[in-house]
C-alpha cells in the first residue's frame, strides 16, 4: 500500500531529533573551567567520566543534562565529596568599589604563623561534613593579618583559599572561540599559533556565508574546518583538501557537537581528485576514511589524556567512552564534478607546515574567478614571498597582508587597565581576489 504525501510527513517528523545544543547531553563533548581559566580541559560526558581536582576524582555524572553555563562547586556529602550546581551570586555594587582605605600590607610579615588554624583541625572539618564556604569563613576568622590587610589583599586571599578549599567548575560549550582559546592558551603549536582574532579574520575576509561552497587547507587539526562549517550552519559545503593520498587529520571537528545535517556538509578530496577528471575509487575512498577516523580517535583521547602543568587530567573507562560522529566524508563525484565546472566560492589556508606558495599554485585554480582567498601563516616572510609570485604571475588583485592585533583589558573599579600577561603576536593573513590570467 502507497503512503499519500501527508502520511509521508508524519513519518519524516517522527525521525529522532538532535539534541538540544544548549544542554551537555550524555556523549556530546565538553569543555570544563575549573577556577575562572586556571585549568581547562576538554571531555566527552558518560556516567563514568572521572575529573581530577587536586588529589580527588569526581564523577561528571551530575554535568549530564545541565544547561552549559552552570556552575558546579565541590561539596562534601555523606558518600564522599562530589560536583554540585550552584547558581552565582550577585555581588552588591557597593563591595566592588574601592574604598579610600589607610591600611597597607607594609607591616605585614608573612612568617607562616598568621593562621591559628592547623591542618588537622582543617582535615577534620571536612570529615565532619563542612562545605568549602565554611572553611574559608573559618581561615578568616582564625587569622591574625587579615584585618590588616587592604581591601583588594582580602580579595585576593578570599580567591586563593576558595580554588583550594571550594574549587568551582564552569561547564562552557565547545565552538570555534572558545575551542581556540583553549588550545592558544594551552597547546598553541598544535593549532599554528592561530589566535582567535586571526580566525575570525579568516572567516570574513573569507566571505564566508551561509550556501557557500569553501575550500579548505587546514593543517591546524580541523580547528578551521569546525569554524567554517559552524558558520555555514548546514548549508552549502566545506571540501578539505590535502596533497598525496592521507588526508590531514581534523580530530577537532568533533568537539562541535555538530549534528548529522552539518557533518555531511564536511568533506574531502585530494588536489589530483579536485583538479583531475579521473577520481578515487570507492575502496580507495573508505579505506581512506578509515584512516582518517583512527588518526581521529587517536588525536582526541591524547588530548583528554594529557598530563602536563596547569591541565587537568579524565579518565573515562574503554568500556564508557562514547565516540562522536565522523566528520570528513569523501565527496561525491557527482559534488566534485560540480565544484571543477563552477569552482569553490572562497579558499582558506592555514599550512603552518608547508609554504604558502607551493599550496597556493595549486589549489588557487580551484577557486571561480572574482572569489577571495585567505593564507594564514605564523611568520611573515612566506606571505610575502607568496604575495610577490601572485603579483608577477597576475593571478590575484587586491592583495593584502594584515598584521591582527589584539589587547584585553580588565575592567574593574577604580583598577581598569591591560592584562599583564598577553599574547603580542597572532600570525599574518595575506589575503586576495582570484582573477582571471588570460
Known amino acids: 500500500m502507497e503512503l499519500n504525501k501527508d502520511q509521508t510527513v508524519m513519518s519524516e517528523d517522527k525521525k529522532p531529533q538532535d539534541p538540544n545544543p544548549r544542554f551537555a547531553c550524555e556523549g556530546c563533548s ?24 587536586g588529589n580527588k576524582n569526581y564523577s561528571l555524572k551530575p554535568l549530564i543534562g545541565a544547561p552549559f553555563g552552570s556552575l558546579f562547586q565541590v561539596e562534601t556529602g555523606e558518600d564522599g565529596s562530589f560536583l554540585s550546581r550552584i ?21 605585614i610579615v608573612d612568617n607562616n604563623e ?40 582580602q580579595e585576593k586571599y578570599k580567591l586563593k583559599k576558595q580554588k583550594k578549599y571550594a574549587p568551582k567548575l564552569l561547564l562552557r560549550r565547545p565552538f570555534a572561540r572558545s575551542i581556540c582559546e583553549a588550545y592558544f592558551k594551552k ?33 591546524v587539526g580541523g580547528l578551521v574546518t569546525g569554524a567554517v562549517a559552524e558558520r555555514l550552519g548546514g548549508t552549502g559545503y566545506v571540501c578539505n583538501t590535502y596533497k598525496g593520498s592521507s588526508p590531514y587529520p581534523v580530530e577537532m571537528v568533533r568537539m562541535f557537537n555538530f549534528s548529522d545535517k552539518v557533518l555531511e556538509r564536511i568533506v574531502q578530496s585530494s588536489i589530483n581528485e579536485l583538479s583531475s577528471a579521473n577520481t578515487a575509487s570507492p575502496e580507495g575512498n573508505n579505506q581512506q576514511e578509515g584512516e582518517t577516523s583512527s588518526t581521529s580517535d ?23 567512552v562514547i565516540k562522536a560522529a565522523k566528520a570528513g566524508a569523501k565527496a561525491s563525484k557527482e559534488t566534485i564534478e560540480m565544484w571543477r565546472e563552477n569552482g569553490f566560492s572562497s579558499l582558506i589556508i592555514a599550512a603552518q607546515d608547508q609554504d604558502p606558495w607551493s599550496v597556493a599554485k595549486d589549489v588557487l585554480p580551484l577557486l571561480s574567478y ?28 587586491n592583495l593584502q597582508i594584515t598584521e591582527p592585533w589584539l589587547r584585553e583589558y580588565q575592567v574593574l573599579p577604580s583598577r581598569s587597565h591591560p592584562h599583564m600577561q598577553m599574547s603580542s603576536f597572532g600570525g599574518y593573513v595575506l589575503s586576495g581576489i582570484r582573477i582571471s590570467t588570460t
Open 187 to 219: 597547546y598553541p603549536a598544535r593549532i599554528g599559533f592561530l589566535r582567535v582574532d586571526a580566525l575570525s579574520l579568516l572567516l570574513t575576509m573569507a566571505n564566508v556565508t551561509a550556501y557557500s561552497d569553501v575550500l579548505v587547507v587546514d593543517m
Open 87 to 107: 547558581l552565582p551570586i550577585k555581588q552588591d555594587n557597593s563591595s566592588n568599589n574601592v574604598m579610600d582605605d589607610s591600611r597597607d600590607n607594609r607591616e
Open 298 to 320: 587517536i588525536m582526541v583521547e591524547e588530548i583528554s589524556a594529557t598530563t602536563e602543568a596547569g591541565v587537568v587530567d579524565i579518565v573515562v573507562p574503554e568500556s564508557k
Open 114 to 153: 598568621a593562621q591559628n588554624l592547623t591542618g588537622e583541625e582543617i582535615e577534620a572539618m571536612r570529615r565532619e561534613g563542612a562545605k568549602g564556604d565554611e572553611i574559608i569563613e573559618a581561615l578568616i576568622a582564625n587569622s591574625k593579618t587579615f584585618d590588616k590587610k587592604f581591601q583588594l589583599s
Open 370 to 397: 572574482s572569489a577571495p582567498f585567505v593564507i594564514y601563516h605564523q611568520y611573515l616572510q612566506p606571505l610575502a614571498t607568496c604575495m610577490h609570485k601572485l603579483q608577477q604571475g597576475k593571478m590575484a588583485i
Open 30 to 53: 565538553v569543555l570544563l573551567d575549573v577556577n575562572d581559566g586556571d585549568r581547562l580541559v576538554f571531555a566527552r560526558l558518560s556516567g563514568g567520566a572521572i575529573l581530577k581536582i
